[in-house]
C-alpha cells in the first residue's frame, strides 16, 4: 500500500471512528439505535479483527522490545522509590562516619591520579 492510500485509510478510519462516536453520544439521535444494531450484529467480526490485529503486534518483535523496556523502567521506578528511604538513611550514616570520609577522600585522589596522571 502506497503512503497516499495509507493517508486515505488513516482518514476515512478517523472520520467514520468519529461519526459513530459522535453518533453514539448525541443527545437523543435516532441514529443511535441503529448503529448500536448495526455494530452489535457485526460483533464477532470487529472481534476477530481486533483479536488479529492485536496477535499481530504482540508477534512483533519490536513491540516485544518495547514491552520489555517499559516493564523494565516500571520495575525500576517502582523499586527506586521503595527503597529511596532506606538507601538516604544508609548513604547518610555513611557520610558521617569520619573513617568512611577518609577512604571517599582517598579513592577520589587516586582516582583523579590515574585519569590526569598528575598529583592530587
Given at each position: 500500500?502506497?503512503?497516499?492510500?495509507?493517508?486515505?485509510?488513516?482518514?476515512?478510519?478517523?472520520?467514520?471512528?468519529?461519526?459513530?462516536a459522535?453518533?453514539?453520544?448525541g443527545?437523543?439521535?435516532?441514529?443511535?439505535?441503529?448503529?448500536?444494531?448495526?455494530v452489535?450484529k457485526?460483533?464477532?467480526?470487529?472481534?476477530r479483527?481486533?483479536?488479529?490485529?492485536?496477535?499481530?503486534?504482540?508477534?512483533?518483535?519490536?513491540?516485544?522490545?518495547a514491552?520489555?523496556?517499559?516493564?523494565?523502567?516500571?520495575?525500576?521506578?517502582?523499586?527506586?522509590?521503595?527503597t529511596?528511604?532506606?538507601?538516604?538513611?544508609?548513604?547518610?550514616?555513611?557520610?558521617?562516619?569520619?573513617?568512611?570520609?577518609?577512604?571517599?577522600?582517598?579513592?577520589?585522589?587516586?582516582?583523579?591520579?590515574?585519569?590526569t596522571?598528575?598529583?592530587?
Open positions: 500500500m502506497s503512503d497516499l492510500e495509507q493517508q486515505i485509510v488513516d482518514a476515512t478510519t478517523k472520520a467514520l471512528t468519529k461519526a459513530i459522535e453518533t453514539l453520544t443527545y437523543d439521535n435516532p441514529l443511535k439505535d441503529l448503529v448500536e444494531q448495526v452489535a457485526r460483533e464477532g467480526v470487529l472481534k479483527h481486533i483479536a488479529t490485529a492485536l496477535d499481530a503486534v504482540m508477534d512483533a518483535g519490536d513491540f516485544q522490545e514491552l520489555q523496556d517499559a516493564i523494565r523502567q516500571k520495575l525500576a521506578r517502582t523499586l527506586v522509590s521503595k529511596g528511604g532506606a538507601i538516604e538513611k544508609q548513604i547518610n550514616r555513611l557520610r558521617s562516619d569520619p573513617t568512611t570520609q577518609s577512604r571517599i577522600t582517598l579513592a577520589l585522589e587516586t582516582l583523579i591520579e590515574e585519569i596522571g598528575a598529583q592530587a
